[in-house]
């Protein structure tokens, strides 16, 4: 739940109970709690008993034992979780001996206090568990995540589950070198130490204690924090949306706003898409819910059906990097940098509307080529009526109440023209806003600001009440409760997916190897002596280098452990190159995204292709055509960070911590007019490069024409002016003369 004030206080009167908590459960308790009830939630809804319901009897108790095997386990670690965990100690609890630990223990520092002159503790650090589960933890611990891989393959398929059981597998084997041969004279890539000498294997239960215990990478760590407390509400607001009468209102809006466009139903498909992506954040699904309407409506309008299909996958892709949800992997990027999410945010707008610009251009052109006519009049089936512009209230009125809380500073509450007028008592001193109180609503509001998992739930709890809009909704209400608990199995069967991304976090942070990589790749590139622009140089050798790993990782499994695999290998190797942390990270979850429309296992294209019918490799390469700038935007903000608009994006990776400095000609302000000028040339080549791709422009382009644009596409957007204004020129001249020379060719 927000923070929601007097609530807290409320309770505790009512009930006279000042340990009940409502809200804000200590996560010791809390989080294995949680994820033993989302793992029975995996099995109840991916259950191989029921799956074998019709087989053999010996088939159906195979199934029951796997499904049962999966809940031993997920109990084993939840209680494993509390029994070694230093804060809860749980055996030590049920026999006594936690408390009298903590007895002995403030004794001795009261008794410390009282010779050094100290002020008298009132508590102690937590001590360690004296009863345990001893060598039995590496056991339990390995065979569970033998069976949370296994339940892995059948949820989410191999891919994710074979790129962590190489990582594992490679995890043991360097820990066996170790084991057999020692440290002396190894390849730091074929060892990995677990202590000293002697070489004894059980010097390693620490590392699989920490695997366990760790918040910040064990397999009850930060990822089951940021889904349970950020990512949560976001899920739930899809399912509501997709149960919502909202999707066929807005279809029917993007379709009426585009009827003047040549594009038409295409135009429609990337602003439905585009809004419903920011939403469900998933390309598949999106594809799935906007496609069924929207490829049907291209392929009447004269669009072929592989076309039809690369644009509705394009542009469900590009709904994962539409402010302002932008889909899981937006916030595990926010928690991983840092960077709080309505920052993300504002540094998502110009490269997604980019993005939107060049798929935009590219259904003109394609349009164009094709002799493709505006639609003009309104037909019967764009006619807007009354309900749906309700409908349309609930999908429009959660993100903006997002928009508002995400993006209001709880500094400002109470100080603006309204702060007065909602009970806000303040004094202005020089200027400056002094808030004496606040009204109970700007508390509220206050507590909300700038919190994505608060502003989330408030969401939430405003489209659970406009959902009765619909009289559909309110003759069969249990249709909101369902939604609800097909969120619950989304978060359930998500987390399952993070513990083998948390398999191959902390099997990377246990052998080294990312800082290995990271070392060697820097020493690489130094080597090369490029000359006085090698560092530009070393950037963009890296930077292709980390696109095709975040492409390759993303092949076949989602966009969030694509990225984060990606981010944990190259993410230290750009940064060491001068990108800034944030921009190395909004790079990789770029690439993360666009291996859902990358041929050859592209899960967008192939989900577009189930509904067109067509080949999935045509799709998939029509889809990475009219989305292509999903390529080329994520370099250009690399080089260019003032694109993201925000300090971070800016700041050296190599300053020291507590120590603030800018990469060199930045000072982590934005000036417009240098960054207009920035977005002219941007805005240039991404017409250049879809009218080249397109290979036409008015009429149909020789081949030297389209080659010479996408070869002035790199050169408008070099850094120096002696290279990029003649670019510019030729740019506009070879737009200008194109459409003077001769009238437009209509192409079949």
Same mark, same amino acid.
């Given at each position: 739940?927000?923070?929601?004030?007097?609530?807290?206080?409320?309770?505790?009167?009512?009930?006279?109970?000042?340990?009940?908590?409502?809200?804000?459960?200590?996560?010791?308790?809390?989080?294995?709690?949680?994820?033993?009830?989302?793992?029975?939630?995996?099995?109840?809804?991916?259950?191989?008993?029921?799956?074998?319901?019709?087989?053999?009897?010996?088939?159906?108790?195979?199934?029951?034992?796997?499904?049962?095997?999966?809940?031993?386990?997920?109990?084993?670690?939840?209680?494993?979780?509390?029994?070694?965990?230093?804060?809860?100690?749980?055996?030590?609890?049920?026999?006594?001996?936690?408390?009298?630990?903590?007895?002995?223990?403030?004794?001795?520092?009261?008794?410390?206090?009282?010779?050094?002159?100290?002020?008298?503790?009132?508590?102690?650090?937590?001590?360690?568990?004296?009863?345990?589960?001893?060598?039995?933890?590496?056991?339990?611990?390995?065979?569970?995540?033998?069976?949370?891989?296994?339940?892995?393959?059948?949820?989410?398929?191999?891919?994710?589950?074979?790129?962590?059981?190489?990582?594992?597998?490679?995890?043991?084997?360097?820990?066996?070198?170790?084991?057999?041969?020692?440290?002396?004279?190894?390849?730091?890539?074929?060892?990995?130490?677990?202590?000293?000498?002697?070489?004894?294997?059980?010097?390693?239960?620490?590392?699989?204690?920490?695997?366990?215990?760790?918040?910040?990478?064990?397999?009850?760590?930060?990822?089951?924090?940021?889904?349970?407390?950020?990512?949560?509400?976001?899920?739930?607001?899809?399912?509501?949306?997709?149960?919502?009468?909202?999707?066929?209102?807005?279809?029917?809006?993007?379709?009426?706003?585009?009827?003047?466009?040549?594009?038409?139903?295409?135009?429609?498909?990337?602003?439905?898409?585009?809004?419903?992506?920011?939403?469900?954040?998933?390309?598949?699904?999106?594809?799935?819910?906007?496609?069924?309407?929207?490829?049907?409506?291209?392929?009447?309008?004269?669009?072929?059906?592989?076309?039809?299909?690369?644009?509705?996958?394009?542009?469900?892709?590009?709904?994962?990097?539409?402010?302002?949800?932008?889909?899981?992997?937006?916030?595990?990027?926010?928690?991983?940098? *840092?960077?709080?999410?309505?920052?993300?945010?504002?540094?998502?707008?110009?490269?997604?509307?980019?993005?939107?610009?060049?798929?935009?251009?590219?259904?003109?052109?394609?349009?164009?080529?094709?002799?493709?006519?505006?639609?003009?009049?309104?037909?019967?089936?764009?006619?807007?009526?009354?309900?749906?512009?309700?409908?349309?209230?609930?999908?429009? @009125?959660?993100?903006?109440?997002?928009?508002?809380?995400?993006?209001?500073?709880?500094?400002?509450?109470?100080?603006?023209?309204?702060?007065?007028?909602?009970?806000?008592?303040?004094?202005?001193?020089? *200027?400056?806003?002094?808030?004496?109180?606040?009204?109970?609503?700007?508390?509220?509001?206050?507590?909300?600001?700038?919190?994505?998992?608060?502003?989330?739930?408030?969401?939430?709890?405003?489209?659970?009440?406009?959902?009765?809009?619909?009289?559909?909704?309110?003759?069969?209400?249990?249709?909101?409760?369902?939604?609800?608990?097909?969120?619950?199995?989304?978060?359930?069967?998500?987390?399952?997916?993070?513990?083998?991304?948390?398999?191959?976090?902390?099997?990377?942070?246990?052998?080294?190897?990312?800082?290995?990589?990271?070392?060697?790749?820097?020493?690489?590139?130094?080597?090369?002596?490029?000359?006085?622009?090698?560092?530009?140089?070393?950037?963009?050798?890296?930077?292709?280098?980390?696109?095709?790993?975040?492409?390759?990782?993303?092949?076949?499994?989602?966009?969030?452990?694509?990225?984060?695999?990606?981010?944990?290998?190259?993410?230290?190797?750009?940064?060491?190159?001068?990108?800034?942390?944030?921009?190395?990270?909004?790079?990789?979850?770029?690439?993360?995204?666009?291996?859902?429309?990358?041929?050859?296992?592209?899960?967008?294209?192939?989900?577009?292709?189930?509904?067109?019918?067509?080949?999935?490799?045509?799709?998939?390469?029509?889809?990475?055509?009219?989305?292509?700038?999903?390529?080329?935007?994520?370099?250009?903000?690399?080089?260019?960070?003032?694109?993201?608009?925000?300090?971070?994006?800016?700041?050296?990776?190599?300053?020291?911590?507590?120590?603030?400095?800018?990469?060199?000609?930045?000072? *982590?302000?934005?000036?417009?007019?240098?960054?207009?000028?920035?977005?002219?040339?941007?805005?240039?080549?991404?017409?250049?490069?879809?009218?080249?791709? @397109?290979?036409?422009?008015?009429?149909?382009?020789?081949?030297?024409?389209?080659?010479?644009?996408?070869?002035?596409?790199?050169?408008?957007?070099?850094?120096?002016?002696?290279?990029?204004?003649?670019?510019?020129?030729? *740019?506009?001249?070879?737009?200008?003369?194109?459409?003077?020379?001769?009238?437009?060719?209509?192409?079949?």
């Amino acid at each position: 739940m927000p923070t929601i004030p007097g609530l807290d206080a409320a309770v505790e009167n009512i009930t006279g109970l000042d340990w009940l908590a409502i809200r804000q459960f200590p996560t010791e308790y809390f989080y294995p709690l949680a994820f033993f009830v989302m793992m029975v939630i995996v099995v109840l809804g991916q259950s191989l008993w029921v799956q074998f319901a019709k087989d053999a009897q010996s088939k159906r108790l195979l199934g029951l034992a796997f499904d049962l095997s999966f809940i031993v386990a997920a109990f084993a670690i939840s209680a494993t979780y509390l029994i070694e965990l230093q804060s809860v100690c749980l055996l030590d609890q049920i026999s006594g001996e936690r408390a009298r630990l903590i007895e002995d223990l403030l004794k001795v520092e009261k008794e410390n206090a009282l010779l050094f002159g100290l002020p008298e503790p009132s508590t102690v650090d937590d001590p360690d568990c004296i009863a345990n589960t001893g060598p039995w933890l590496v056991a339990i611990v390995g065979l569970s995540v033998v069976a949370f891989l296994a339940y892995n393959v059948r949820v989410w398929g191999l891919p994710l589950v074979m790129v962590a059981i190489l990582i594992a597998g490679y995890t043991f084997f360097t820990v066996g070198m170790w084991y057999v041969y020692g440290a002396d004279d190894m390849n730091k890539y074929l060892i990995t130490k677990l202590g000293g000498e002697p070489r004894l294997l059980s010097d390693g239960r620490p590392k699989v204690h920490d695997i366990l215990t760790n918040n910040a990478s064990g397999l009850l760590g930060r990822f089951l924090h940021i889904m349970l407390n950020t990512i949560f509400p976001y899920l739930i607001l899809g399912a509501l949306f997709g149960a919502s009468a909202g999707g066929k209102s807005l279809i029917k809006l993007a379709f009426r706003s585009t009827r003047k466009l040549r594009g038409g139903p295409a135009h429609a498909a990337i602003v439905s898409s585009a809004m419903f992506g920011t939403i469900s954040g998933g390309p598949v699904v999106n594809v799935l819910s906007t496609g069924v309407l929207t490829i049907p409506m291209m392929v009447q309008r004269g669009f072929s059906k592989v076309f039809a299909g690369g644009v509705e996958s394009a542009a469900s892709s590009g709904g994962s990097i539409m402010p302002p949800v932008m889909g899981v992997a937006a916030f595990i990027l926010a928690a991983l940098t *840092g960077v709080p999410y309505n920052q993300v945010i504002i540094a998502a707008l110009i490269p997604a509307a980019a993005y939107f610009v060049c798929l935009f251009l590219s259904v003109v052109f394609q349009s164009r080529k094709q002799g493709i006519e505006a639609i003009g009049d309104l037909t019967e089936d764009m006619h807007i009526s009354r309900q749906d512009l309700l409908n349309l209230i609930m999908i429009f @009125a959660p993100i903006m109440l997002i928009l508002v809380l995400l993006l209001t500073s709880k500094e400002s509450v109470g100080c603006g023209f309204l702060g007065g007028l909602l009970g806000a008592e303040r004094t202005f001193v020089d *200027g400056k806003c002094m808030i004496a109180s606040l009204s109970w609503f700007q508390q509220l509001t206050q507590a909300t600001a700038g919190d994505a998992g608060s502003a989330g739930w408030w969401a939430v709890a405003l489209l659970l009440g406009l959902l009765f809009l619909d009289p559909e909704m309110r003759a069969k209400p249990a249709n909101a409760l369902h939604a609800l608990s097909e969120a619950g199995v989304t978060i359930s069967t998500l987390y399952l997916m993070f513990l083998a991304v948390s398999i191959i976090d902390f099997c990377l942070s246990f052998t080294g190897l990312p800082n290995f990589i990271t070392i060697d790749v820097l020493t690489w590139l130094k080597s090369l002596s490029l000359g006085d622009g090698g560092s530009i140089l070393f950037q963009f050798l890296a930077l292709f280098a980390t696109m095709l790993m975040a492409v390759l990782l993303g092949m076949g499994m989602p966009a969030v452990p694509a990225y984060i695999n990606a981010s944990l290998l190259m993410g230290p190797v750009l940064a060491g190159l001068g990108v800034s942390i944030f921009t190395a990270n909004m790079f990789i979850f770029y690439f993360a995204v666009a291996s859902a429309i990358t041929p050859p296992v592209a899960l967008a294209a192939f989900a577009a292709a189930s509904i067109t019918k067509q080949d999935p490799m045509a799709t998939s390469v029509s889809a990475v055509r009219s989305g292509i700038a999903m390529f080329i935007i994520p370099f250009v903000f690399a080089l260019y960070p003032e694109l993201l608009l925000i300090e971070q994006a800016q700041i050296d990776p190599s300053a020291r911590i507590n120590e603030k400095s800018y990469l060199p000609g930045y000072d *982590g302000s934005v000036y417009w007019g240098e960054l207009s000028l920035l977005l002219a040339r941007l805005l240039l080549a991404l017409y250049l490069l879809a009218s080249a791709l @397109a290979r036409f422009d008015g009429r149909a382009l020789p081949m030297w024409n389209w080659s010479l644009r996408l070869v002035l596409v790199v050169l408008i957007l070099f850094f120096s002016p002696y290279i990029y204004v003649p670019a510019v020129i030729v *740019g506009l001249a070879m737009i200008a003369l194109g459409r003077i020379a001769s009238p437009p060719l209509r192409v079949a």
